[in-house]
Nanobody
Framework: QVQLVESGGGLVQAGGSLRLSCAAS????????MVWFRQAPGKEREFVSA????????YYEASVKGRFTISRDNAKNTMYLQMNSLKPEDTAVYYC????????????????WGQGTQVTVSS
């Protein structure tokens, strides 16, 4: 089992910044990547960004590229998402996920989910 705990969500004005954290514990050695998804009210859960745990290679959804930065701290077993230039359309619950699959952007391929953290961007 893997436990994922997110933190760092909140309310911010458009143009502002937030940093999300996801602390992992348990049997994390088999993961290939850790991923951020988000889900806005009435919408499906969507891919935001992923980081390959061993190589550090990163991937971004087009609408966040250049504004969001994903990173990891191996020693702390923690993943981060630095979100800058936030827009109202970034408002969603953000979920941390762990996967052994190479299909990082597909929610059904996720092995473990965090509980989610709310990000609200006001205009």
């Amino acid at each position: 089992q893997v436990q994922l705990v997110e933190s760092g969500g909140g309310l911010v004005q458009a143009g502002g910044s937030l940093r999300l954290s996801c602390a992992a514990s348990g049997r994390t050695f088999s993961r290939s990547a850790m991923v951020w998804f988000r889900q806005a009210p009435g919408k499906e859960r969507e891919f935001v960004s992923a980081i390959e745990w061993s190589s550090g290679n990163t991937y971004y959804e087009a609408s966040v590229k250049g504004r969001f930065t994903i990173s990891r701290d191996n020693a702390k077993n923690t993943m981060y998402l630095q979100m800058n230039s936030l827009k109202p359309e970034d408002t969603a619950v953000y979920y941390c996920a762990s996967t052994r699959s190479g299909w990082y952007n597909i929610p059904s391929k996720v092995d473990y989910w965090g509980q989610g953290t709310q990000v609200t961007v006001s205009s």
